[in-house]
């Protein structure tokens, strides 16, 4: 290896180094410079990581040959990289990797690289293959100051390694969280940003969920985070996770239980009412309609076996499709019974729904979801627009789902008329 020469026919194409590749042997982990040199080219940089797969004494060689400026060097290195998972990887390797890292936290390198797009993955390597106490990556990355984890969370590239960090669950985010909770919303309506706060929402403890979900669910916000192109993924998540079963595999030592379960319910009403009184207007609008369609889904699967949850679906579906009705609410089931499909009742506002580029997805959906007497009286809403339906670009949609969804019933109808069945036939 000590006659090594540079070849002037062969260049990596990396920019660094341009070194013929050689299979590494022992001493090459005491000679920093020619392992730098070798780390960097493509084909060298594979020798190299299999040798040190293969080989764990050479693996700790080359680790202890590095110094923190190398470590630096390779991070962000296009093939230098993989020399450095590598070594992370590695039961042998990794402490001794922990060791050069938190010698460039001061610094603050490992910032710049979880913003790079291959030092990201060494500090994502980090986080999964090194014990918390070796290396820690909150403090490590600053994120207990909110601009510095801001930066982070906003990146292209540290968004990932956010994600990675939370879903790990090795490290106490509640510095981290309560940093950042001034910002959540901005952060929410940012297109990297939102995948941090969805993680958090699905790996967070229940008090960060619910301080998350309250910071995020203040005055006028609501209607802002479904409208926007980002936020909408985040109201559907709170949707989904704001549950009572929130409690169950996430219950805490402390605090009580059923403060906490009131509260949940609380931050989930107050997304479902703002849906319940503007669903018009959201369902009309291409991200408001997403919103609007997780939650019906939603309700229609707690509603089978959750009496508050059924009202709920309840109200929204009134909201859509019977919307300006006099008629007593608290009747129930005897409630649609009673409802006359020919007596019109504020019919503009569904047939803007009807014909409506995305208005039209959200009766799509209740066709799918709803039974018994509500899908009666949507069936008997859309069948007396369907004439004028067949003249909009997206009425001829509902057209479609509304036919198909009629032979469907009527195939299901004969079948069951067949067994006897004297409600097979209900329309």
């Excluded at 609380?266 to 479902?272: G, K, M, N, S």
């Excluded at 919307?323 to 005897?334: D, H, I, R, T």
Aim: net charge positive; with cysteine; charged share 20%.
């Amino acid at each position: 290896m000590s006659n090594t020469s540079k070849s002037p026919e062969r260049n990596s194409g990396t920019g660094a180094v341009d070194a013929a590749p050689q299979k590494p042997n022992a001493a090459t982990g005491a000679n920093q410079g020619l392992l730098l040199e070798l780390a960097g080219d493509a084909v060298s940089n594979r020798w190299i990581v299999r040798y040190c797969q293969d080989n764990p004494t050479f693996l700790v060689r080359v680790a202890r040959a590095l110094d923190p400026e190398g470590v630096k060097k390779l991070g962000k290195h296009i093939n230098g990289y993989r020399l450095i998972v590598a070594l992370l990887e590695s039961d042998y390797g990794g402490p001794i990797l922990a060791e050069k890292l938190n010698m460039l936290i001061a610094d603050q390198t490992l910032i710049g690289f979880a913003k790079a797009t291959y030092g990201c993955r060494v500090i994502q390597a980090a986080v999964e293959y090194l014990d918390p106490t070796a290396f820690n990556a909150v403090d490590a990355l600053s994120l207990n100051q909110a601009d510095k984890a801001v930066a982070v969370i906003e990146d292209q590239n540290g968004n990932h390694v956010m994600q990675k960090i939370i879903a790990k669950q090795k490290y106490d985010l509640n510095t981290f969280v309560n940093a950042v909770l001034p910002v959540t919303q901005k952060i929410a309506m940012n297109v990297f940003g939102c995948r941090v706060i969805m993680r958090l929402l699905e790996f967070g403890t229940i008090q960060q969920i619910l301080s998350v979900g309250a910071s995020l669910l203040t005055a006028n916000m609501i209607g802002t985070l479904c409208l926007n192109e980002f936020g909408n993924f985040v109201m559907q998540d709170l949707i989904k996770i704001l549950t009572k079963d929130l409690l169950q595999p996430r219950n805490l030592s402390n605090g009580a239980p059923n403060a906490k379960n009131q509260y949940v319910l609380e931050l989930r009403q107050q997304i479902l009412h703002y849906i319940e009184v503007n669903v018009v207007h959201l369902s009309c609008t291409k991200h408001g309609s997403t919103v609007v369609e997780c939650a019906i889904k939603e309700l229609s699967n707690s509603a089978k076996h959750d009496e508050d949850e059924a009202k709920q679906f309840m109200r929204i579906f009134d909201s859509i499709v019977l919307k300006g009705s006099n008629v007593n609410q608290g009747q129930n089931n005897e409630y649609y019974r009673t409802w006359n499909p020919y007596n019109a009742h504020n019919e503009n506002v569904l047939f803007q729904l009807m014909k409506d580029r995305f208005g039209n997805f959200i009766l799509s959906t209740l066709l799918d979801i709803c039974e018994g007497e509500q899908l009666r009286i949507l069936i008997a809403k859309l069948e007396r627009s369907k004439d004028q339906l067949k003249k909009f670009k997206y009425g001829r949609f509902i057209v479609a789902n509304l036919e198909r969804k009629q032979r469907k019933l009527r195939k299901a109808a004969k079948k069951l008329s067949e067994t006897g069945d004297a409600n097979a036939t209900w329309q």
